[in-house]
């Protein structure tokens, strides 16, 4: 009941505040029409003024307007406490203030927009991953034996790739053998950098056939090594030696595995180039003929199948 | 740079930058600042500084002597006096914002007139620029006028708003926040001024300066015919003797002596409306015309249009300060949306 009052309580009071409207208006013996005529509003926004409804008006703003013209033409006082009587019965209407964009143009994200930081954060982190991912496979990080396993098995698998012919071959299998398990990771060789599942399984299969391989034919290959009588040990790890004598000037430049400039000068008749570094070594000798000997390893060595056009490029020990 | 980082200690900002006052709203708070563009120059030798802005300088006016020039920086809308406005907008902006910290570099909104050139409204932003706005967007006075209104600009219902400033009226029919047709008058509050001061002088041999003119008009002043008759006592220097004399004015003289640039507005007005598409113009006729600005204040000037036009006529709500309300709208508007009443250039 009590709820009843109040609901019905704002159209009471429009309703009041419009009769009061029309009693003035009476009094003054203007006809409704004649209000209007004086106006130029129609007549019917006026019998909506009195009756107290907001509804056959066009907005707030312009109910606001016709009613203060009407209460100064009806002589009134105090236009602005009467406007604003109306507007706390009635409310600021709905219209009022929703000025919306026919359309959206274009939307505007901005920086703060969550999803965009989100992005800009995730993008950030995963540059940041992959520099530092990069910098450890490059360089090895803080300690060398942090490094990813994969990287020992692509190791080994070029070290098996070398070994498949020459190690049998040269009777250094035994040797070459134990790095597969047991070796520090050789950084020079490791930025051959993502190793797939696929081929660390390859490597695996590869190094099974190997070992079926060596064990089937261990007295050939000490047979082998026996016959050769080198005393070549290529250990993948160990450093290699390399001397030179010159007959005539020539460039040489050797770098070592760390990609360090071992040497890097020319020499002249008669010097020569005595250097030990880690493998694989790179060397470049700017002409093949001033070279008088070459020795690797202590062992005479064959420039002539690197030469091309009297350069000598090649990769120490020599990788088929 | 710089100015982003000031940026964020920066209140987004409205700028009714009119000949007569100019009005700051703050976004989220309301209008903060109200003054005259009136800036106050002190000389000294060659050497010029600012001695006064706004209200101070505008008791100034007329009352200065040699060292002291009060100008008014802006002219029938625009900008008549590039540094002294500068000057002025960097003063105002300094003075919305409470820190003292940073310099403040605000995203501002200037509304201009709508039939303004395009040297005018650049001459309007770099002049904001220079008084360390870190954007600039220029919005239709007409537009902003409306919105501030509290008219459905949105809707496809033509509303027609006339904002009768202290240098211009603008005149607008306005739908789907659109302007359909627009004009612009070089005529508003201050030639008013100016045609009450000639009257006087012609009919009572007296010189009044102009801010005793504008008192006259906001006491007296009315522009149609009613049975209330207002006086005034005003004083000023008669030019027959030379000496001060007071004399005595009437509503009804003033209402003569405005005649002239108020059956232009009305001209105007009613030119509009022979332009206005006929969809557009029946919306006008069933809902009326709307008056905004300073000029809408004047008595009687909504019966006199309404006389005049046969239309309902309503002055709007807190007519002065329309525009910069509306600017402000507009200004949250274009976060929300990117709003296409707001231009950059």
Redesign the interface.
């Known amino acids: 009941m009590n709820n009843e009052e109040q609901e019905r309580q704002p159209e009471v009071l429009a309703e009041e505040w419009g009769a009061r409207l029309t009693s003035v208006r009476e009094s003054r013996s203007i006809s409704i029409e004649q209000a209007a005529a004086d106006?130029?509003?129609?007549t019917e926004y006026l019998r909506c003024i009195e009756a107290g409804r907001l509804e056959g008006l066009?907005?707030?703003?312009?109910a606001?307007?016709?009613i203060?013209?009407y209460l100064k033409m009806l002589g009134i006082d105090g236009i602005d406490a009467r406007v604003a009587e109306y507007v706390a019965i009635h409310g600021e209407g709905s219209?009022?203030?929703a000025?919306?964009?026919?359309?959206?143009?274009?939307?505007?994200v901005?920086m703060g927009d969550p999803l965009m930081k989100l992005f800009t954060w995730v993008f950030v982190l995963a540059i940041l991953g992959v520099s530092i991912w990069w910098w450890q496979t490059q360089y090895g990080g803080f300690d060398a034996t942090s490094a990813p396993e994969g990287e020992g098995i692509e190791n080994a698998s070029s070290a098996t790739d070398a070994g498949d012919v020459v190690m049998l071959e040269n009777g250094t299998a035994t040797l070459a053998l134990p790095t597969l398990d047991d070796s520090p990771v050789d950084e020079g060789l490791s930025n051959k950098a993502a190793v797939d599942e696929e081929q660390a399984e390859l490597t695996e299969e590869e190094r099974k056939a190997l070992q079926d391989a060596i064990d089937a034919t261990p007295k050939s290959a000490e047979a082998g090594a026996a016959l050769n009588g080198s005393s070549q040990v290529l250990d993948v790890n160990a450093d290699i030696t390399i001397s030179a004598d010159f007959v005539a000037e020539c460039w040489v430049s050797i770098k070592d595995g760390d990609g360090q400039k071992l040497f890097n000068n020319l020499r002249g008749k008669g010097q020569s180039v005595n250097v030990t570094g880690k493998p694989p070594l790179s060397i470049l000798i700017g002409a093949a003929d001033a070279v008088g000997s070459f020795r690797y390893n202590g062992a005479t060595f064959d420039l002539a199948p690197f030469s091309n056009k009297n350069v000598v490029r090649l990769n120490l020990p020599v990788s088929e | 740079m710089l100015k982003k980082i000031r940026g964020l200690f920066s209140s987004d900002l409205s700028i009714d930058l009119g000949t007569a006052n100019t009005l700051i709203y703050v976004r989220d708070k309301d209008i903060v600042l109200d003054e005259p563009s009136v800036v106050a120059i002190r000389q000294t030798g060659n050497q010029k500084s600012v001695a006064a802005v706004g209200a101070d300088a505008k008791r100034m006016l007329g009352r200065t002597p040699g060292s002291i020039t009060a100008i008014r920086p802006m002219k029938d809308g625009v900008i008549a006096d590039f540094h002294v406005t500068e000057k002025m907008l960097q003063y105002f902006i300094s003075k919305v914002h409470d820190t003292n910290f940073l310099t403040p570099s605000p995203r501002v909104l200037v509304c201009v007139p709508c039939k303004s050139t395009q040297v005018e409204r650049r001459a309007i932003k770099e002049s904001a620029m220079g008084a360390g706005a870190r954007e600039v967007y220029l919005i239709d006075e007409p537009m902003a006028a409306a919105i501030g209104a509290g008219l459905p600009v949105d809707e496809a219902s033509g509303s027609m708003v006339v904002d009768i400033g202290g240098g211009t009226t603008e005149i607008a029919v306005i739908s789907l926040n659109g302007i359909v047709y627009a004009d612009s008058v070089r005529l508003g509050g201050d030639r008013f001024d100016e045609y009450i001061v000639t009257y006087v002088r012609r009919n009572y041999g007296s010189l009044i300066g102009d801010s005793t003119a504008e008192r006259i008009k906001q006491e007296i002043g009315t522009a149609y015919p009613s049975s209330e008759m207002h006086e005034i006592d005003v004083r000023g220097r008669n030019l027959a003797e030379g000496i001060p004399r007071s004399f005595t004015l009437n509503s009804n003289e003033i209402l003569e002596a405005l005649q002239e640039p108020l059956s232009a507005i009305v001209q105007a007005v009613k030119s509009a409306l022979e332009q206005c598409p006929p969809e557009l113009a029946s919306d006008i006729a069933e809902r009326g015309i709307v008056l905004t600005g300073g000029g809408a204040l004047l008595r009687n000037i909504d019966r006199l249009i309404s006389e005049e036009t046969g239309l309902p006529v309503i002055v709007a709500e807190d007519p002065l300060t329309c525009v910069a309300r509306g600017g402000g709208r507009a200004l949250e508007m274009l976060d929300k949306h990117g709003f296409e009443l707001v231009s950059h250039d």
């Open positions: 106006l130029n509003l129609p066009p907005s707030m703003v312009f606001r307007g016709y203060r013209a219209s009022n203030g000025i919306r964009p026919v359309s959206r143009v274009r939307q505007q901005k």
